[in-house]
């Protein structure tokens, strides 16, 4: 019988269960284990605890553990990793590089946090590693220039995955398409070689099926699955997207591995189910589904059903539900005519409008999309494209130069 894990249930950072670490919470799947949190929000929306101004241009999302909060953001062009604690003051920030600065200019990737390190994948290609407690850098690789890889249209976007004693990125490149550095010196362990694809903005996950540890992402017209030991390819899957942006995160479970992008201009076919063999050295398509075909939002995993938003256009858009096993289209729903970001804790969803700012708390049920509560962040400006993030019965939304913490325990001394 095959058996399957989630990527932090293979490496698990050193950090508290109610700890998110890393980009899309402690599994990378957009998922939280907490319980006790509103199954309703006050008129106006959960307390607004703290906000604060500060982490520069970017988008990424923010990385929770031990008490302290990081995020990335770009000032005058140089990358800088920001430290908070929970109440919001701000500790450091200490640069790890020149960010990009081309279309969408800013800071893109989320912090990766393992004990008292922290690892950080620049815009243009530099993976870092810095001190958790001070923002020291302790070491730093330019992968473009190491593993002759060239940049995307819009910056490199996958965040760093750690894994025991191995951080992985996907910098592509004719010397290294995905490739493992050590954690501790920076210094290679492997790279997988003969694919000439450039990445595709996809972070990569880890499985295991048997005793085989893998790693899967998308990368430029591919999905491909390589050994986590030593870089061997296993397999690939052809997997061309318009203009190469196969961005979300792949979502695995029970041997199966779905992908999704935008079907635009005769590309792909949207969402995609991939069957892996039992000795997994192979995959075959079980279906396709063009409804959910999601941009850059992300897709949970909740019960045996997929929850996430299609793309209809910049920034336009309807909320889908399909079910694991066949596809089946559950519902697709308008909610202000937009797509966003979505993450999942406590039986719901929280759905965040990219246009309008406006955040949902949504029941995951495959009968209908019923917003129970929803409020507007008009702190920040720019565009809503950080993916939310859920910690210790707080909701962190970071919106250009602006991020938030709002209370959403049931238990909270607010009504």
Known sequence: MTTLFAAVL??????????WPQFRGLSRDGKSAETGLLQKWPQGGPPLLWSVDGPGTGFSSVAVADGFIYTTGMLDGQGFLFAYDLDGKFRWKKSYGQEWQRSYPGARTTPTVDGDR????????V???LSAKTGEQIWSVDTLNTFQGKNTSWGMTGSPLVDGQKVYCTPGGKK???VALDKFTGRTTWTTTGLDECSAYSSPILIQIGGNRLLVNAIQKSIICVNAEDGTLVWRFPYQTSYDTAIVTPVYSDGCIFVTSVVEYGFTTGGLMLQISDDSTSVKKKWTQPVLDCHHGGVVLVDGCLYGSNFKGIPKGDWVCLDW????????????????????ADGMLYCYDENTGDVALVKASPKSFEIISS????????????HPAIS???LYIRRGDALMAYDIRKNSKYP
């Open 325 to 344: 096993d066949a596809g089946k289209v559950m519902y697709e729903a308008a909610w202000n005519a937009n797509k966003g970001s979505v993450i999942y």
């Open 375 to 386: 409020f507007r962040v008009t702190a920040g400006s720019g565009k809503h494209w950080a």
């Open 127 to 129: 993976l870092a590693c």
């Open 10 to 19: 293979l490496s698990r950072p050193l950090c508290r269960a109610d700890d």
């Open 176 to 178: 290294g398409v995905i």
């Open 392 to 394: 210790d019965g707080r």
């Open 118 to 125: 922290i690892y950080v994948f620049s815009g243009t290609g």
